[in-house]
């Protein structure tokens, strides 16, 4: 019995490897413009 | 750190570091919960105390589940320390000087009378204006003289309303498209808007030449027209719907936001949400007001409880919907679980007064569009650049580390350290914590893992 199912997610700490290039988009811009979130921002690094 | 909740038929366990998310059982719950600072024996015993008389719950269950939660912890995705702290400002301090994103307030004026609007009717407390082409083509040369290597420029018009000064965003529009390639640049424009001028060219223009658009649209019609209203006091709903419809049928698949305000008015904004989708849009927003505290439209706390059921209903309707195929997305549910930001992004807080800046319609810059108005963060202006280093140090060292309550705060990696003009209206600082703000924040993200498992869950 598999009490546990691990979702697939990023992993975050792999993620500094390649990351910190800075094409994704500033915070709340270009959409609700009152509240930060950065959970819903897509990842825009080319180079991984 | 780990942050564990139920809802719906999931209880759910985040990995705040790791990034990871678990769907448990109710035992590994259980054995979760006390993991940290008991030992095996106790775990294992505390939990069978809890299951006694559970004959479908085995002392071997109980054992084997608390081995899956040693595997996990030791593969990193389970009490995965915290070792992002010396990267907080690296981000920002790589970056340092490099502007990505404008937002253009092309009108400092509205041809609506809304009494909730955090620009005061579109003046930001200050003079009626519009930009002109000449400012604002400056500021798009200032955008790509301070770019730097980024390819991406974003570039909002906003308001006021924007379409109040639609000549000149059509003249901007080609100025940069004129341009871009040239110097290996990519501008992708934005256009808020609230309808109200909303015509065959506007829709061509907004269509062709916007990323995105984010229209203006409170829900029930009663509801809308409470706050927006004309300064003849006459409500737009109507006016602005028929037009709205044209445009997203029209947009052919690309993007764009039908954004709501939901008030002291109406904390049961889910009602609006469907009175949206009845109208056909499915690419749904709905913010809380921002607004000066004691201000009619504040959420009161009884308001606060009655939005987090919204927010926990909105999660169910959307897998209703899903079920039923006709999905619709709402953007603060937007969580791409395996594509999202980098940990860089997720440490280093809101780009604001950074990389992103609004400019004002006589070329003044300010570290965002809520900021504008205050004249002690003024940055400086588009053809000096930022002159007030000091106003700007504040912001870019403004990271999720930089919040002392953040520190124990599971969702601080889904937030960044949240908005630095929410936390400045709030606190003074804005290094504050809105904490309102945070209490919505944390069920909007609880909800929108959720809703991320189900899909996920259903998926395989």
Same mark, same amino acid.
């Given at each position: 019995m598999k009490h546990i199912k691990t979702i697939n997610t990023k992993n975050l700490c792999e993620s500094a490897k390649n990351g910190g290039c800075g094409e994704c988009q500033t915070s709340c811009q270009s959409a609700c413009k009152t509240s930060c979130g950065i959970a819903n921002q897509q990842c825009e690094n080319t180079q991984k | 750190m780990i942050h564990q909740y139920k809802l719906g038929e999931y209880n759910i366990v985040l990995d705040t570091c790791s990034g990871s998310v678990h769907a448990v059982d109710e035992? +590994?719950?259980? !054995?979760? %919960? &006390?993991?940290?600072?008991?030992?095996?024996?106790?775990? =294992?015993?505390?939990?069978?105390?809890?299951?006694?008389?559970?004959?479908?719950?085995?002392?071997?269950?109980?054992?084997?589940?608390?081995?899956?939660?040693?595997?996990?912890?030791?593969?990193?995705?389970?009490?995965?320390?915290?070792?992002?702290?010396?990267?907080?400002?690296?981000?920002?301090?790589?970056? +340092?000087?490099? !502007?990505? %994103? &404008?937002?253009?307030?092309?009108?400092?004026?509205?041809? =609506?009378?809304?009494?909730?609007?955090?620009?005061?009717?579109?003046?930001?407390?200050?003079?009626?204006a519009i930009m002109s082409f000449e400012v604002g083509k400056r500021a798009l040369d200032f955008l790509i003289e301070n770019s730097g290597k980024r390819r991406n420029l974003e570039v909002d018009f906003f308001g006021g309303e924007p379409l109040m000064n639609f000549q000149v965003v059509k003249d901007l529009v080609a100025y940069a498209r004129s341009i871009e390639k040239e110097k290996g640049k990519n501008f992708r424009f934005t256009l808020t808007t609230n309808g109200v001028l909303v015509d065959d060219d506007v829709i061509d223009f907004a269509n062709r030449e916007c990323e995105n658009v984010v229209l203006s649209l409170d829900g029930r019609k009663e509801i809308h027209d409470r706050f927006r209203v004309d300064y003849a006091g006459n409500g737009s709903f109507d006016r602005i719907v028929p037009k709205f419809r044209k445009l997203v049928e029209a947009r052919g698949g690309k993007n764009y936001y039908m954004r709501g305000t939901f008030t002291h008015a109406n904390p049961d904004f889910l009602e609006d949400i469907k009175v949206m989708l009845d109208l056909g849009f499915n690419e749904l927003s709905m913010e809380p007001v921002v607004c000066a505290p004691g201000d009619p439209s504040e959420l009161t706390p009884e308001d606060m409880e009655i939005v987090?059921?919204?927010?926990?209903?909105?999660?169910?309707?959307?897998?209703?919907?899903?079920?039923?195929?006709?999905?619709?997305?709402?953007?603060?549910?937007?969580i791409d679980l395996t594509g999202g930001p980098c940990i860089y992004k997720r440490i280093s807080g809101c780009g604001s007064g950074t990389e992103y800046m609004a400019v004002t319609p006589w070329g003044d810059l300010y570290p965002c569009h809520q900021f504008v108005g205050e004249e002690k963060f003024k940055?400086?202006?588009?053809?000096?650049?930022?002159?007030?280093?000091?106003?700007?140090?504040?912001?870019?060292?403004?990271?999720?580390?930089?919040?002392?309550?953040?520190?124990?705060?599971?969702?601080?990696?889904?937030?960044?350290?949240?908005?630095?003009?929410?936390?400045?209206?709030?606190?003074?600082?804005?290094?504050?914590?809105?904490?309102?703000?945070?209490?919505?924040?944390?069920?909007?993200m609880e909800c929108a893992i959720m809703v991320a498992v189900d899909r996920a869950t259903r998926e395989e």
């Open positions: - | 035992v +590994a719950y259980e !054995v979760i %919960a &006390l993991f940290e600072g008991n030992s095996r024996d106790t775990v =294992l015993s505390l939990v069978a105390e809890k299951f006694a008389g559970r004959e479908d719950v085995t002392a071997l269950d109980i054992e084997e589940c608390y081995d899956q939660v040693v595997e996990l912890k030791e593969e990193g995705k389970l009490f995965a320390p915290d070792n992002f702290a010396p990267m907080a400002g690296k981000l920002k301090e790589k970056t +340092a000087g490099v !502007v990505k %994103a &404008l937002c253009l307030h092309i009108a400092h004026t509205c041809n =609506l009378n809304c009494s909730y609007c955090f620009a005061s009717q579109g003046k930001y407390h200050g003079e009626r987090k059921k919204q927010y926990e209903d909105l999660a169910f309707l959307m897998l209703e919907k899903d079920k039923e195929g006709k999905p619709f997305t709402f953007y603060h549910y937007m940055l400086g202006n588009i053809w000096d650049g930022v002159t007030n280093t000091e106003a700007q140090c504040e912001f870019a060292s403004c990271n999720v580390y930089a919040h002392p309550e953040c520190r124990d705060c599971w969702a601080r990696l889904y937030c960044s350290g949240g908005c630095a003009a929410n936390a400045y209206h709030s606190t003074g600082s804005v290094t504050g914590v809105y904490k309102s703000g945070c209490e919505l924040f944390k069920k909007r």
